[in-house]
């Protein structure tokens, strides 16, 4: 159990010693981010009954960094340590794969949530959003948080270098994030287009969680939390049996 506080602490001061970088970036991001969509797109989108476009996208923008930053955080220190050599200092104690687990996707939720209370500070002041029913806020960005810090733990053992982190994160993680619902409802994409949006699991993580400040969603709650739990165990599965089998780390 030491070990774990010990590497969880590690995690987290990594980001934190730079948290201009890591926190106060993307909060600015997401910021831009409001005030550009929110006055383009503020007459042509439609969303929610009695919910004005701004409040509907402060939600979206909130859970949008969670998750990003939650798979950035455990990815690139991954792949930091492998390009530095220093993942051998770690290598050689005796933490078991779940102590590694836990440390990793620890400190991406930490992150995450970090992120995500700083867009949500800094974005409500235009529109507050409200808190309908704060549980499902919790709980979707706790396993949101968590399945991208696996995923980062997954795509970290798999990259050797930056390019490929890169590339994971240009190709799969940001494409789904902006077609996961954070900048419209599905209910005004055509009939093609709002059938493939229901087969990325973005959407369920997206919309579950914005359900927690307006009280209506696209889908049910439950079937969100349904889907992204399913999602979380399965990338859990997948990210502790690289660890446990030392897939490119011992090498």
Known sequence: MNGVRML??????????????????????????????????????????????????????????VLQNAFANSSSSLVQSKITGNLVFLLVTPL????????????SVVRGLSVGAGVFLATAWFSPPGLAQ??????????????LGALG???GLWADKFDQMAAFQNFIIMPMTFLSGVFYSVHSLPGFWYQISHLNPFF?????????????????????????????LAVSAVALHLLKTGYKLRH
């Open 8 to 65: 969880l602490y590690k995690e987290v001061l990594r980001f934190w010693k730079v948290g201009f970088q890591t926190v106060a970036a993307p909060v600015l991001t997401a910021v831009m981010y409001l005030l550009i969509f929110g006055h383009v797109l503020s007459d042509k989108v439609e969303v929610f009954d009695d919910i004005g476009y701004t409040r509907f996208l402060i939600p979206g923008l909130v859970m949008m960094s």
């Open 96 to 107: 078991s794969h779940w102590a590694w687990f836990t440390a990793y996707v620890g400190a």
């Open 204 to 232: 369920y993580m997206i919309d579950g969680f914005r359900r927690g400040f307006f009280g209506v969603s696209d889908v049910s709650p439950w079937l969100s939390l349904g889907v992204v739990g399913a999602c979380f």
């Open 134 to 147: 704060p549980l499902w806020i919790l709980v979707f960005a706790l396993l949101g948080a968590g399945m």
């Open 153 to 155: 733990l997954v795509a």
